[in-house]
Each structure stands twice: as C-alpha cells, then as structure tokens.
T-cell receptor, first 112, second 109 residues
Framework: DAEITQSPRHKITETGRQVTLACHQT?????MFWYRQDLGHGLRLIHY???????NKGEVSDGYSVSRSNTEDLPLTLESAASSQTSVYFC???????????FGPGTRLTVL | QKEVEQNSGPLSVPEGAIASLNCTYS??????FFWYRQYSGKSPELIMF????GDKEDGRFTAQLNKASQYVSLLIRDSQPSDSATYLC?????????FGKGTRLSVIA
C-alpha cells in the first residue's frame, strides 16, 4: 500500500543545532507540504513543493528550508533550531487530480 | 488573506445523536472542500471531500456545501464515542490547503 512516512518520530535537540526531518511518500504525488501544529494556531504551512526542484515558502517559513531532489522525498531543515520551533511537524502529499491530501504520522520536535 | 473559520467547541452530543460541524471560508475562488478527523496525538485523517454544491453522503457522514453562502458543514449521524476527536475543515482553489483551527467534538456515552 502507498504511504507517507516521517522520521524521526520524536526528536530532542539543543538551541542552535541544525536539524533535518525526513518525509518519504510512495503515492508518487508531485505535491508535498510541511506543516507545524501548535495549540491555538492549528496547522500552519511552512514550505511546499509542486515537483522536483520546485520549492515555495508558506506562511511560517522563517528558519526553515526544504529541497526536492526526487518525487518521493521532501526533507525539512531547521538551520539553527530555536525554542520557538518546538512543535509537532506534519508532512503531507497531495494528488494533483483530486486534491486529496494525506498526512504522515508526524514528528514531535523539542528544542531545549 | 484566505481564512477558514470554525467554532473551536467543544461540541458535546449524546451517543446516537446527530453532530453538526460548521465551517465558513473567505475565498470565493475555492473549489475543493475537505473534512479531516484528528484524534489526540495523531495526524489528520481525510474523511470527506466535496466539490459541488449540495450534499454528499458516505456512511454515517454527510458533507454539505453552499458556495453562495461560503459555507460547508459535516453531519455525523448516530454519533459514537469513537467519533470524539477534533474535526478540521480545509479549503483550496488549487493552492495549498487552508485549514481551520478545528472543532473539538465530544460524544457522551
């Protein structure tokens, strides 16, 4: 079955360290997205990609970057982790035809 | 600024009743409308989508869309305690999905 996976599922890091969260999908979707979810804010879009070599900023992109070298993967990098980036991060992929979007299981990141 | 508004709840309904969840959106160009269910500590799960005005039924779930009023709703018939979750409304016009903050539903046995 096609799926979307994220790793690690839990991560504790220190302020100032670079962190990369992995996202891998086997749906063969061109569209991939990264969100963070915090109490009181709901799901907020960080970055997204509509295909290989395409990346776009979302509403809360500062301090984050992505790269898309193949269809299956969209890693999210925190260049210099800050305590404000403690959150739950969800990756998602979406069918271009139906717009149905599916989420990965999430990564809980704690920045100390 | 594209916005999707939902009542945060909690919405409490007795077991077996109909739960009605509502959502309004600001972008008149929106074309696709989705309902996600999110259990505590889990990721959002797509449960319904609707593209045309009117009703769409899938089992105990009915999605209703009124584009003129910019309103979309989700009805859950015969509510069960297992339906207790946060329900997220999402809207798109072929841009990234815009999500509401969700309505927390509690079904009381």
């Amino acid at each position: 079955d096609a799926e979307i996976t994220q790793s690690p599922r839990h991560k504790i890091t220190e302020t100032g360290r670079q962190v990369t969260l992995a996202c891998h999908q086997t749906w063969n979707h061109n569209n991939m997205f990264w969100y963070r979810q915090d109490l009181g804010h709901g799901l907020r879009l960080i970055h997204y990609s509509y295909g290989v070599q395409d990346t776009n900023k979302g509403e809360v992109s500062d301090g984050y970057s992505v790269s898309r070298s193949n269809t299956e993967d969209l890693p999210l990098t925190l260049e210099s982790a800050a305590s404000s980036q403690t959150s739950v991060y969800f990756c998602a992929s979406r069918s271009s035809g139906t717009n149905e979007q599916f989420f990965g299981p999430g990564t809980r990141l704690t920045v100390l | 600024q594209k916005e999707v508004e939902q009542n945060s709840g909690p919405l409490s309904v007795p077991e077996g009743a109909i739960a009605s969840l509502n959502c309004t959106y600001s972008d008149r160009g929106s074309q696709s409308f989705f309902w996600y269910r999110q259990y505590s500590g889990k990721s959002p799960e797509l449960i319904m989508f609707i593209y045309s005005n009117g009703d769409k039924e899938d089992g105990r779930f009915t999605a209703q869309l009124n584009k003129a009023s910019q309103y979309v709703s989700l009805l859950i018939r015969d509510s069960q305690p297992s339906d207790s979750a946060t329900y997220l409304c999402a809207v798109t016009g072929n841009t990234p999905l815009v999500f509401g903050k969700g309505t927390r539903l509690s079904v009381i046995a």
